[in-house]
T-cell receptor, first 112, second 115 residues
Framework: ELKVEQNPLFLSMQEGKNYTIYCNYSTTSDRLYWYRQDPGKSLESLFVLLSNGAVKQEGRLMASLDTKARLSTLHITAAVHDLSATYFCAVVITSGTYKYIFGTGTRLKVLA | DSGVTQTPKHLITATGQRVTLRCSPRSGDLSVYWYQQSLDQGLQFLIQ???????AKGNILERFSAQQFPDLHSELNLSSLELGDSALYFC??????????????FGPGTRLTVL
């Protein structure tokens, strides 16, 4: 069964702290996406990672992809309250039926 | 604003009924994707269309069907509705057939409540 697992599922952290969200997937894929979703809102694309070793940064967020380990990380540096949201990773599966599989999501709450 | 529009925003209906959700992709995007988001199932990929043709299928029930029209808007039809179909339905669009080199841009969603 194809699985995309994120951990932690819930994360409560203090402002100014650093933390990493992990996204593990169970099948071969070299394309991974990170999205942000605010409560009751739609999904906003954060990063598109298209190759092994890809690293992208935007503000306090940095995402990386290790296709050999089937692992992507989303690192948060010096968290601020505005980063409170749910973060999803998604993997594209191209063997057999082409489809997107989303991770379980990580609900992040940054405390002032 | 992603440029993807969805109507209606909210829909309340009864079990056994049929509804149609509509999506207009961003200008120039040829691919449309449909997703279902519920509390117990998370975010599920349902189906993808590219330029009017079905390209990929995810966990879409047989009671559900979709199509993409020549003007590239798409409709998701849900029939014989059950309580468990209550969810947020998102549409997304991207530019390429694979969608893998382009970001997906999500619409605001349609919240479906089945009573």
């Amino acid at each position: 069964e194809l699985k995309v697992e994120q951990n932690p599922l819930f994360l409560s952290m203090q402002e100014g702290k650093n933390y990493t969200i992990y996204c593990n997937y169970s099948t071969t894929s070299d394309r991974l996406y990170w999205y942000r979703q605010d409560p009751g809102k739609s999904l906003e694309s954060l990063f598109v990672l298209l190759s092994n070793g890809a690293v992208k940064q935007e503000g306090r967020l940095m995402a990386s992809l290790d296709t050999k380990a089937r692992l992507s990380t989303l690192h948060i540096t010096a968290a601020v309250h505005d980063l409170s949201a749910t973060y999803f990773c998604a993997v594209v599966i191209t063997s057999g039926t082409y489809k997107y599989i989303f991770g379980t999501g990580t609900r992040l709450k940054v405390l002032a | 604003d992603s440029g993807v529009t969805q109507t209606p925003k909210h829909l309340i209906t009864a079990t056994g009924q049929r509804v149609t959700l509509r999506c207009s992709p961003r200008s120039g995007d040829l691919s449309v994707y449909w997703y279902q988001q519920s509390l117990d199932q998370g975010l599920q990929f349902l189906i993808q269309y590219y330029n009017g043709e079905e390209r990929a299928k995810g966990n879409i029930l047989e009671r559900f069907s979709a199509q993409q029209f020549p003007d590239l808007h798409s409709e998701l039809n849900l029939s014989s509705l059950e309580l468990g179909d209550s969810a947020l339905y998102f549409c997304a669009s991207s530019g390429s057939v694979s969608g893998s080199n382009n970001e997906q841009f999500f619409g605001p969603g349609t919240r479906l409540t089945v009573l």
